[in-house]
């Protein structure tokens, strides 16, 4: 069985920058389950469809270091373009995607993999800082609510597609 835990941060941020971390046990190869996540076009497939996340950058995406995607959503009705770009590029141990333009004043998100009995560790871990800061940070309950709900969601849905018996 394919398990999420997701660590919130707690505390006071140094320079208001908070940390969320998701760790998945999925009973796949290293390989496949790198391969999976280096596709961009799966992250349409691994998002909440309340956000109406699309990929805007033509596809197919050839992931690198410097590739530059961009997306378009919608957080509770209003739209918002994103871009994010691969900021390293380690296959199959990890990457990051660091917001280029987007809601966030910081976002870093790595992506690690590693070996695990019976499959694979997935490890994200997103460094974040809200705009406007320090006045954003009175926004803090409602965006960590919205991320646990994002990466809870990833969870859900990761177990359903890797989890062994189906095809990713």
Do not use: K
């Not at 835990?5 to 496949?32: F, K, M, N, Y």
């Not at 871009?83 to 995607?97: A, H, L, M, N, Q």
């Amino acid at each position: 069985m394919t398990e999420t835990l997701i660590e919130p941060d707690a505390g006071t941020p140094e320079g208001g920058i908070h940390v969320l971390r998701a760790v998945t046990s999925i009973p796949r190869g290293l390989d496949e389950v790198f391969a999976f996540f280096a596709a961009a076009e799966n992250l349409e497939r691994i998002t909440p469809p309340s956000l109406r996340f699309r990929i805007v950058t033509p596809q197919p995406i050839e992931m690198a270091a410097g590739t530059l995607i961009d997306y378009r959503l919608s957080l509770n009705g209003l739209p918002f373009r994103w871009r994010t770009e691969i900021t390293e590029w380690d296959p199959p141990v990890s990457f990051t995607d660091t917001q280029v333009r987007g809601p966030y004043h910081t976002w870093i998100h790595r992506h690690s993999f590693t070996r695990d009995e019976g499959g694979t560790l997935m490890t994200d871990e997103v460094r974040y800082r809200l705009p406007l800061w320090p006045l954003g940070e009175l926004a803090l309950p409602l965006v960590r609510r919205q991320l646990l709900g994002i990466f809870s969601h990833r969870g859900r849905v990761i177990r359903e597609l890797l989890d062994g018996s189906g095809e990713a």
